[in-house]
């Protein structure tokens, strides 16, 4: 970590400011505005330490006393989602689960094939951003998003 040209610069651009610039452009290129209850639902989704359902936020979101109803969650979700900002992950069941973009970087989400219990561990010094930067040098790297897929020790 003593390396400031890289990782730092990778942290600051992957930042909550750097999504919510990205979430506002693109709000803006489809001509919808950065509402109230859009920008309670960003911080909210910015604080998720791993993959998150709809459901997740749902419950996040009422005990504050605050009231967003379910259609502008949902439709918030979405165009996060089509913003790049949050993707979508593939998941055991029927439930849709997410990952935010700022927490893609060198982090990888598990999940069990069988149970389709998701677990998200921090990859760390074990990812070789400087060989990616190295084979695609023309491309700016901004996070990395691990879906790795497997057998649980429940299940094992
Ligand atoms: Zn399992």
């Known amino acids: 970590m003593n390396n400031p040209d890289n990782s730092e610069e990778l942290e600051e651009i992957s930042s909550k400011d750097f999504s919510l610039s990205l979430f506002k452009k693109y709000l803006d290129k489809e001509n919808f505005h950065l509402t109230y209850e859009r920008k309670i639902l960003f911080d909210e989704i910015s604080n998720f330490n791993g993959p998150f359902c709809v459901e997740d936020l749902i419950e996040k979101c009422s005990p504050d006393g605050i009231y967003i109803s379910r259609g502008t969650i949902y439709k ?43 677990e998200t561990i921090d990859i760390g010094e ?14 700016d790297i901004i996070s990395t998003t691990f879906i790795i897929n497997g057998i649980c020790s429940d299940c094992g």
């Open 76 to 118: 918030t979700v979405k165009l996060m989602e089509d913003s790049g900002v949050i993707q979508r992950i593939p998941k055991h069941g029927k439930k849709r689960f997410f990952v935010l973009l700022n927490q893609g970087t060198n982090k990888g989400h598990l999940i069990c094939l069988l149970c389709g219990k998701m």
């Open 126 to 139: 074990n990812l070789n951003i400087e060989g990616l930067k190295n084979s695609k040098a023309d491309f």
